[in-house]
């Protein structure tokens, strides 16, 4: 009778805490905006973010999200500090470079929005987005504003989202790995398509003034890519503050920088227990991750979708 009684009881329990979780954060929805799924909460101030003003000043920092967007954050930021770590470590990579079309109204502890932050920065400022270009508010290019799009290449690109999903309740839930791999092929996941957002950006770059990076060129020679940041930025570095860049935005020095890890904001959005945000940042990890049928597959179609590009990507170094 004892036992029973003890058994229920830690039932009871297991069922609260589920229930507690629950109650804390929703995954949302994806809805479509233009044809694009973007998360409820952006979809629903999406009118606000198409309206936003920048300035001419404004240096933007677009990516597919996880394609080494807080890596180059943090570049542009130290080379804009002239390598004052000091000065970087004024706030966190989110407070310091509003990320233009977030918005996170649960839980209410935690309520996020982007344009908040960047209507309420002093210029110069440094945005993020994860736009693809025809959702880029219009005013970024008739302002003629710099822009540093880094891309990565699809698989390294789709494993990192996979965890990324995991770990993060903003974001909707990822299903397994294979049927996660499916969404990404068919771009049914938060920001669209890939494929249309890599190309999309290459397309632009030849109208306008945006730095086109590779994820995998900054892996083999941080140094040479940082210096074509600051080439594009119009700043002279010297060769000491060079190296101090180069050594502070590296992956084992970030993940411990505790303003660019991500455990300061997203708390109760993030969880770094299931997968650290900061995770592996290497190229190739894909490889420990698709079954031979599944990049099979994923090359094929991979072949179609990029057969109108010119763009050329590197799956490893
Ligand atoms: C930059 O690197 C130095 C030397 O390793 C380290 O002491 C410092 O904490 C780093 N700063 C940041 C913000 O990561
Ligand atoms: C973030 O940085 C802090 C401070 O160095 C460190 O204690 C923590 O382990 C890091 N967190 C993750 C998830 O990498």
């Not at 589920?18 to 994806?30: A, G, M, N």
């Not at 909460?41 to 597919?64: C, G, H, M, S």
């Not at 542009?76 to 706030?91: A, H, L, P, S």
């Not at 708390?267 to 190229?283: A, C, L, N, T, Y």
Request: proline share 5%; net charge neutral; glycine share 4%.
């Amino acid at each position: 009778m004892e036992f029973v009684l003890i058994d229920m009881f830690s039932l009871a329990m297991d069922k609260m805490k589920d229930l507690r979780l629950e109650e804390t954060v929703i995954r949302s929805e994806l809805f479509d905006v233009d044809g694009v799924p973007l998360a409820e909460p952006i979809a629903r101030i999406w009118d606000q973010v198409w309206k936003f003003k920048a300035r001419p000043d404004d240096v933007l920092i677009a990516t597919y999200a996880k394609a080494g967007t807080t890596w180059t954050q943090e570049i542009v930021d130290m080379i804009q500090q002239n390598g004052d770590t000091e000065k970087c470590k004024r706030e966190t990579t989110y407070k310091r470079h509003p990320f233009l079309e977030w918005y996170c109204a649960e839980p209410p502890s935690a309520r996020y929005s982007g344009l908040e932050l960047a209507e309420a920065m002093p210029s110069p400022r440094t945005m993020k987005t994860h736009l693809p270009v025809q959702l880029l508010p219009p005013s970024f290019l008739e302002q003629n504003c710099k822009i540093i799009y880094v891309a990565r290449n699809a698989k390294d690109n789709l494993v990192s989202y996979y965890h990324f999903h995991r770990m993060n309740k903003g974001l909707p839930d990822p299903g397994t790995w294979e049927e996660f791999v499916q969404k990404f092929m068919t771009g049914k996941v938060p920001w669209g398509s890939w494929y249309d957002h890599v190309k999309g950006w290459w397309k632009a770059k030849h109208k306008h003034r945006i730095l086109y990076l590779f994820y995998e060129d900054m892996k083999e020679n941080p140094k040479r890519e940082i210096q074509k940041i600051a080439k594009f930025l119009e700043k002279d570095l010297s060769e000491e503050v060079l190296n101090k860049i180069v050594h502070n935005t590296s992956f084992e020095v970030m993940k411990e920088n505790p303003m660019a890890n991500y455990t300061k904001d997203f708390e109760g959005i993030m969880d770094h227990s299931i997968s650290p945000f900061m995770r592996k940042g290497i190229v190739a990890d894909w490889k420990n991750h698709f079954t031979v049928a599944q990049n099979k597959k994923f090359d094929e179609d991979y072949e179609k979708k990029m057969s109108d590009t010119s763009l050329v990507f590197r799956m490893e170094l």
